[in-house]
């Protein structure tokens, strides 16, 4: 089992520019959330999506939105990137269960 | 992480035991967790309890937790150099969304 795995690793993008961050869960799980941990601080709940559903959202603007697909892994797309959105961006996912397990991120810079 | 205070730092001596401690505001919260962060990497699910239990161990984690005065704290025995990381303590009001602390760094010296 390769746990939950994101892609790609290292991002860096321009002001202004779109970015779709990938994930694959853990397999068996069909709950996928994601957080944006900004340097120094704890992750911030983005949303998470069950059932190709975004199921709950954080305080996140409409910049941030996201997808799930039947094999339930999950896209995450941020438009109009500000220099703010630097940030390592974590997927998690869970069954049913209170263990959410996480990948090991995506760290996004732009310039 | 505004609803979840810990403190920043900790610096613990090798082989002793290490204190982490959390408060939370949110008597609602049905799970409680620690994560674990090595520089440059995701977390790591470390334990996590349930909000009706008051303690819970595992190998060398203990997890307490006081309900009355929403305090959790986890303890981790005969610390280890492996240990140095950053640990986050988290909490869920149900089974959609963990709301974080902002980190303790754990330093173990020599």
């Known amino acids: 089992d390769a746990g ?10 321009t ?17 996928v959330s994601w957080y944006q941990q900004a340097l120094g601080q704890g992750p911030q709940f983005i949303f998470q999506y069950y059932e190709e559903e975004e199921r709950q959202r ?8 996201g997808h ?6 999950s896209e995450l797309n941020v438009n ?29 810079t732009v310039v | 992480g505004e609803d979840v205070e810990q403190s920043l730092f900790l610096s613990v001596r090798e082989g002793d035991s290490s204190v982490i401690n959390c408060t939370y505001t949110d008597s609602s919260s049905t799970y409680l967790y620690w994560y674990k962060q090595e520089p440059g990497a995701g977390l790591q699910l470390l334990t996590y309890i349930f909000s009706n239990m008051d303690m819970k161990q595992d ?3 203990t997890v307490l937790l006081n309900k009355k ?16 990381a950053i640990y986050f303590c988290a ?7 963990l709301s974080f602390g902002a980190g303790t760094t754990v330093t173990v010296r020599a």
Do not use: W
């Open chain 1, 4 to 13: 939950v795995t994101q892609s790609p690793t290292h991002l860096i993008k």
């Open chain 1, 15 to 31: 002001r202004g520019q779109q970015v779709t961050l990938r994930c694959s869960p853990k397999s068996g799980h069909d709950t």
């Open chain 1, 58 to 65: 954080g305080n996140f603007p409409d910049r941030f939105s």
């Open chain 1, 68 to 73: 799930q697909f039947p094999n339930y892994s």
């Open chain 1, 80 to 108: 109009a990137l500000l220099l703010g959105d630097s940030a390592l961006y974590l997927c998690a996912s869970s069954l049913a269960t209170a263990e959410a397990f996480f990948g090991q991120g995506t760290r996004l």
């Open chain 2, 59 to 61: 190998q060398r984690l």
């Open chain 2, 69 to 84: 005065d929403k305090h959790l704290s986890l303890r981790i025995a005969d610390t280890q150099t492996g240990d140095s």
């Open chain 2, 91 to 97: 909490e869920s009001l149900n089974d959609y969304k």
